[in-house]
């Protein structure tokens, strides 16, 4: 019965299409390495890379943080933490309020649903946590020249691009179509609804 969609490169089974994002690890460091470059140029382009610089084009004052400080630790390792947990409750509360039908994946570090969520919510739950607070603290911080609180943006956006890719994987369904995600991170089977 299975046959293959020569258009998609994807499988169709009679309960629905399968949905895999093509995750080349080399390919998301790569973007992890250039995006966060490209971004710590920008931030110290407009604020300065150091006080000589900033006497010369005065911008503004920036709050001064230093790398390999605890709170700059602190920062790499509590920013996916709470972003995991945020998305982990937003598929609890999309869910219908059961933990049965969430479960981990401790090598992608994502939530999965295992039982048939709607396309739309789920598109909400891979972008608000990084994508979205990333975006805003990245504003905040370019705005207020706080270059913690921009390194945390960059980092959740950094963090996010996965699921980013993935939601692009997922553009072309439908918002009443459902999702029950796979074992394997970031695949999933699409169950087409009825209209």
């Known amino acids: 019965m299975e046959t293959q969609d020569k258009r998609m490169g994807e499988y169709i089974y009679p ?37 000589s610089h900033n006497s010369h084009y005065e911008l503004g004052d920036t709050k001064n943080y230093e790398v390999w400080t605890p709170l700059w630790f602190s920062s790499l390792f509590i920013t996916p933490i709470v972003c995991f947990f945020i998305q982990f409750i937003l598929l609890y509360l999309f869910s219908g309020r059961n933990i049965h039908c969430l479960g981990m994946s401790w090598s992608s570090w994502r939530v999965l649903v295992r039982k048939k969520l709607p396309l739309k919510y789920y598109r909400i739950a891979l972008l608000f ?3 979205f607070i990333g975006l805003l603290l990245i ?45 394997k991170p970031y695949s999933g089977m699409i169950i087409k609804s009825s209209y």
């Open 15 to 51: 309960e629905g299409r399968i949905v895999k994002a093509d995750m080349d690890k080399i390919t998301i460091y790569g973007l992890y390495f250039v995006s966060f470059i490209i971004l710590t140029l920008l931030f110290c382009y407009i604020w300065g890379f150091n006080e």
């Open 129 to 131: 946590p990084y994508f």
């Open 139 to 183: 504003i905040h911080g370019f705005g207020i020249g706080d270059g913690l609180t921009y390194q945390i943006g960059t980092y959740c956006i950094l963090i996010g691009l996965p699921d980013l890719d993935y939601y692009w994987t997922l553009r072309s369904f439908k918002a009443e179509d459902k999702i029950v995600d796979g074992k």
